[in-house]
């Protein structure tokens, strides 16, 4: 906002030419030139325009979103459908704390995307607030911008099932012992389904990344940003990755850490399959190094043995659920935060830890529901609807379940840990009652500045091929990789390889000349007993928003 007077004039005349052209007459196969489609373009240039004119009118945050002075909050209006950009209209929630240093030091706004789909942005001001000592170099030159992608918590929220009957647990094994345990699956998959469209249909067809990212670019043009600096984790990189494809010349500044693959054939159902292998790569470390620290843990001391520890304790809550709760789904939901985070190694662990020497307690609060906590059972089932709606609505999905039995059932042999549960969590997709489309071909030769691409090559939730090709795609980008490590969203980690190169691009724009790989950050190191459930259970929490 301190620079309004200068965007007043430079960038009220782009805005202007841009809705000039917009309002044009498509030429034949204009549609087909132009990435995402003539009218989309036509459409948010058009509210990206009135975006600019608007501003944000910041106050302070609601009481219970929970964000403190001085982080201020507010609301952009955007179209619901871009090709219809005078017909209905969604407010989606932002927030933002101005940069920390000199008003010469400012650089205009950071926005941020944490992944999901689902996932909301909107504590990305807090590592102000908080201090986070990775942010401090890069919090003077930037204000800070988080917010809640369409259909996400305070922006125009979807649903697909009662909140409190989606958080009931124990749920059904989701490895199934029969066809008919597979039949049972499907009916809940296909009536999930039925839920978002009854509950939600009106916002289904517009559920899509190629939307989120025009959204950004109307909140640019809202905050007074001529162009666009961002940060993007886990689904935040396909977000980002679109954006640069729809515009690569509004592209200022963009990071893209722990990548999803964006190769077309990949978008949904292939991302997901190779996921599981990736996962139970991700698995095997972990076990590998509870075993190393058995001194600690007692579970085993090799990872056979702890393999061993994990099947008897998943029969045992099979056959009667832990604290009448947990069951093993519960426990697949709170045991593969380890696989996504190492900072959940230690926590999961001494869990399990507490369990076997007779502390049932942490384990039922860390994996089991909480049914007083409405609150966050409703965002625990928003989270899930967004998950599903975008995931389904970005892509056609296979419709014959031969296919979705024959490729789980043959990964269930060698990567077990989550094909199944993937497998349940995405299949309604293949009954979706909305429009599906065909994914946006990611890439941009021209106009795109240089970017910056982090990966880890052993990241679970986003396998590092993601990386690799989201590189040869973006025309200039750099690739930093964390070589033999596997922890998800590598910018929020201590790794000054990976820090310092973040901090010189997003302070001065610089790249290295070549693509440059680090070594791992520091090994985690066992937790003391006691005090690990409500860490891990936040933990756990965290992996089913990156999903």
């Known amino acids: 906002m301190r620079r309004t007077a200068l965007f007043g004039v430079t960038g009220g005349v782009i805005a202007g030419a841009l809705i000039t052209g917009a309002l044009a007459a498509p030429t034949a196969g204009a549609a087909e030139r132009t990435p995402g489609g003539a009218a989309e373009a036509h459409g948010v240039a058009v509210a990206a325009a009135e975006a600019a004119k608007k501003g944000i009118d910041w106050t302070d945050c609601p009481a219970d979103w929970g964000l403190a002075k001085p982080i201020q ?141 025009r959204d950004i670019d109307v909140i640019r043009a809202a905050l007074g940003d001529k162009k666009l600096n961002y940060l993007g984790v886990s689904y935040g990189t396909y977000i980002g990755g679109v954006y640069a494809t729809l515009f690569p010349t509004h592209v200022r500044r963009l990071i893209v850490d722990s990548v999803v693959n964006p190769s077309r054939e990949k978008i949904w159902y292939q991302a ?18 509870v075993a190393k620290n058995d001194a600690a843990y007692h579970i085993g001391d090799t990872p056979a043995k702890v393999q061993k520890q994990w099947e008897t304790l998943r029969a045992a809550a099979k056959k009667s659920p832990i604290g009448g709760v947990v069951g093993p789904a519960e426990l697949l939901g709170f045991f593969q935060s380890a696989p996504y985070y190492d900072s959940s190694w230690a926590t999961v662990a001494q869990v399990w830890s507490d369990y076997l020497g007779g502390d049932e307690k942490a384990l039922v609060e860390a994996a089991g529901p909480d049914m007083s906590d409405t609150a966050g059972n409703i965002a625990s089932e928003n989270g899930n609807a967004v998950y599903t709606a975008v995931e389904c609505a970005d892509a056609k999905w296979p419709t014959s379940w031969a296919k979705w039995d024959r490729d789980n059932t043959r990964l269930h042999r060698d990567y077990p840990f989550l094909t199944w549960s993937n497998a ?49 795609r973006l025309n200039g980008s750099r690739l930093v990789t964390e070589k033999d490590a596997g922890s998800h969203g590598v910018t929020g980690l201590v790794n000054p390889c990976v820090n310092d190169r973040v901090d010189a691009y997003l302070l001065k724009g610089t790249v290295d000349t070549k693509d440059v790989t680090c070594a791992p950050h520091a090994t985690p190191v066992p937790a003391k007993s006691g005090g690990s459930a409500k860490a891990a259970k936040a933990a756990k929490e965290a992996a089913a928003v990156v999903k």
């Open 73 to 213: 909050c507010g609301y952009v209006t955007v179209p619901l459908d871009y090709a219809k950009p005078n017909g209905r209209t969604i407010k989606l929630a932002v927030d933002r704390i101005a940069n920390t240093g000199s008003a010469s030091e400012r650089q205009g706004s950071l926005i941020y995307n944490p992944g999901g789909p689902g996932g909301s942005g909107l504590r990305f001001p807090t590592r102000v607030t908080t201090k986070n000592p990775l942010w401090t170099k890069v919090s003077k030159a930037y204000d800070f911008v988080g917010f809640d992608p369409r259909g996400v918590g305070h922006s125009a929220a979807i649903s697909c099932a009662d909140p409190q009957e989606y958080a009931k647990a124990p749920k059904l094994d989701p490895v199934p012992d029969s066809e008919a345990d597979k039949r049972v699956q499907r009916k809940l998959a296909r009536e999930y389904a039925e839920g978002c469209k009854e509950r939600s249909g009106w916002m289904l067809p517009q559920m899509t990344t190629p939307n989120t990212a």
């Open 272 to 289: 997901n399959l190779d996921q599981d292998v990736a996962f139970e790569t991700r698995w095997n470390d972990w076990k590998a190094w």
């Open 424 to 472: 349940w969590m995405n299949l309604p997709c293949a009954t979706w009652g909305a429009k599906q489309r065909t994914p946006l071909e990611v890439g941009a030769a021209k106009g795109l500045p240089k970017t910056l691409i982090v990966q880890s090559t052993r990241d679970a939730a986003t396998p590092y091929e993601g990386a690799v090709e989201l590189h040869k």
